[in-house]
Nanobody
Framework: HVQLVESGGGSVQAGGSLRLSCAAPGYRYDTYCMGWFRQAPGKAREGVAAIRRDDLTAYTDSVKGRFTISQDKNKHMVYPQMNSLKPEDTAMYYC??????????????????WGRGTQVTVS
C-alpha cells in the first residue's frame, strides 16, 4: 500500500502563490508518475500536472506558465509551485501516483494511489 500525504494548501488572494507538497514515504519504484489533480465543488476532477521519475513533466493548458512541478527524489516529495493564482484555481488538490512509464495528468484512471487532498482557495 502506498500512502500519499498532501500539504501546503490555504487561502490566498488572486495573483498570489502557493507551493503544495506531496509526501510519498517509502515509495520505491524504478518507474513512476506523480500527478496532481483538483476538483472544485460541482465540477469534474481535472488533471493539473504530472512529473515522471526522469523529471519529464506535463501540464494542463490552464496552468501552463503559472504552475511548475518539481520533485526531490531523495525525500520522496513532489512540489507543485503555483503562481499567478486565479479564483478559478480554487479547488481541493490531490496528488496521485502509479508505476507505469507513461505519465498523463489528463488520465486520472491511470493512477492507482491517491492522497486525501489539500484545499486551495483563491479570492
Amino acid at each position: 500500500h502506498v500512502q500519499l500525504v498532501e500539504s501546503g494548501g490555504g487561502s490566498v488572494q488572486a495573483g498570489g502563490s502557493l507551493r503544495l507538497s506531496c509526501a510519498a514515504p517509502g515509495y520505491r519504484y524504478d518507474t513512476y508518475c506523480m500527478g496532481w489533480f483538483r476538483q472544485a465543488p460541482g465540477k469534474a476532477r481535472e488533471g493539473v500536472a504530472a512529473i515522471r521519475r526522469d523529471d519529464l513533466t506535463a501540464y494542463t493548458d490552464s496552468v501552463k506558465g503559472r504552475f511548475t512541478i518539481s520533485q526531490d527524489k531523495n525525500k520522496h516529495m513532489v512540489y507543485p509551485q503555483m503562481n499567478s493564482l486565479k479564483p478559478e484555481d480554487t479547488a481541493m488538490y490531490y496528488c496521485a501516483t502509479h508505476s507505469h512509464w507513461y505519465c498523463r495528468p489528463s488520465q486520472s484512471s491511470d493512477f492507482d494511489y491517491w492522497g486525501r487532498g489539500t484545499q486551495v482557495t483563491v479570492s
